[in-house]
């Protein structure tokens, strides 16, 4: 069984910065990317940022030169700094893996609970 474990969110005011960890444990043969997407009242979840485990990140227009993504490929770790956070920000934030649990099994994506980050004055 894999887990992923969310940490970091939290009230902040507009203008602020958070920085969410997510630690990926269990058994696992190779991680191939991680990422964060978020899920706000009333809408879609949508993608925030990855990064693959060679090092490539994608992110969200919405997020370009605000938030950072990095990982840490022997803790198995993604990091998301978020600066100059803004109200629209605010929703849970979900951390995602896309892995392989043993050698001759599939990949397949696993997902953390959740941790709010709440952006308000």
């Known amino acids: 069984q894999v887990q992923l474990v969310e940490s970091g969110g939290g009230l902040v005011q507009p203008g602020g910065s958070l920085r969410l960890s997510c630690v990926a444990s269990?058994?696992?043969?190779?991680?191939?990317?991680m990422g964060w997407y978020r899920q706000a009242p009333g809408k879609e979840r949508e993608l925030v940022a990855t990064?693959?485990?060679?090092?490539?990140?994608n992110y969200a227009d919405s997020v370009k030169g605000r938030f950072t993504i990095s990982g840490d490929n022997a803790k198995n770790t993604v990091l998301l700094q978020m600066n100059n956070l803004e109200p629209d920000d605010t929703a849970v934030y979900l951390c995602?893996?896309?892995?392989?649990?043993?050698?001759?099994?599939?990949?397949?994506?696993?997902w953390g609970k959740g941790t709010l980050v709440t952006v308000s004055s």
């Open positions: 269990g058994i696992i043969f190779r991680i191939n990317a």
């Open positions: 990064i693959t485990s060679g090092g490539e990140t």
């Open positions: 995602n893996a896309n892995l392989r649990r043993l050698r001759l099994l599939n990949d397949v994506d696993v």
